[in-house]
């Protein structure tokens, strides 16, 4: 699997040594995906899944997983491990993959 490695961001930039942190970037990725609606990529106007908006909306696990693995795989971003899981009005999403070369 090809490791892309990009600035750290993990709610602000990170700092090493006075420069930006430099670190593997698929998940990290991952999250600004599931986060962005689409549209809010400039060079790739369809990417994102809008988690937010689809989580306040009326969901349907199946639809919502492969949504996830549509923009995964838009971005390299393959062998997805996808779990959603639902206690009353909380959903957890955890969301893994390998980016490809």
Do not use: C, H, W
């Not at 700092?15 to 990290?28: P, R, V």
């Not at 909306?57 to 199946?62: E, L, P, Q």
Request: glycine share 6%; no cysteine; charged share 30%.
């Amino acid at each position: 699997m090809a490791e892309l490695k990009d600035i750290s961001y993990d709610g602000g930039l990170e700092f090493d040594k006075g420069d930006f942190k430099i670190t593997e970037s698929t998940q990290q990725d991952i999250e600004f995906i599931m986060n962005a609606d689409a549209g809010e990529f400039y060079s790739s106007p369809t990417l994102g899944v809008g988690i937010e908006k689809r989580l306040s909306s009326n969901i349907d696990a199946v639809r919502l997983k492969k949504t996830i693995r549509r923009n995964l795989s838009a971005d390299n971003i393959r062998d997805t491990l996808i779990s959603i899981s639902q206690n009353e009005n909380d959903f957890n999403i955890n969301v893994s993959g390998n980016r490809l070369k």
